[in-house]
Nanobody, 125 residues
Framework: QVQLVESGGGLVQAGGSLRLSCAVSGRAVSNYAMGWFRQAPGKEREFVAA????????NYADSVKGRFTISRDNAKNTVYLQMNSLTPEETAVYYC??????????????????WGQGTQVTVSS
């Protein structure tokens, strides 16, 4: 079965950077469009970024455009999220998720069918 495992979270100062990774096992990640979401305490899970199966199409939440970059290395079965200029308001658990096989990118969490366990990102002021 397919599994997603995030890593790369941690504590960073405001203005700093982190790179998250999502390792996919069980099937080739090239089969799936992938997304990153985040959830802060007491808030709903929100879309951050998504990438198509080939990597040729990406989509970002307005709040992260120009600062975050989603990418993928299908040979390594891994998806990444490079986050720059982080703010304390972006403290959250970050999740990667996959779309059902063969389908394109979407922004709503309910359109993703498998999630990782999440990685905590804490941005200090």
């Amino acid at each position: 079965q397919v599994q997603l495992v995030e890593s790369g979270g941690g504590l960073v100062q405001a203005g700093g950077s982190l790179r998250l990774s999502c390792a996919v096992s069980g099937r080739a990640v090239s089969n799936y469009a992938m997304g990153w979401f985040r959830q802060a305490p007491g808030k709903e899970r929100e879309f951050v970024a998504a990438i198509s199966r080939s990597g040729g199409i990406t989509n970002y939440a307005d709040s992260v455009k120009g600062r975050f970059t989603i990418s993928r290395d299908n040979a390594k079965n891994t998806v990444y999220l490079q986050m720059n200029s982080l703010t304390p308001e972006e403290t959250a658990v970050y999740y990667c998720a996959k779309r059902p096989g063969g389908l394109g990118i979407r922004v709503r969490p309910r359109e993703y069918d498998l999630w990782g366990q999440g990685t905590q990102v804490t941005v200090s002021s």
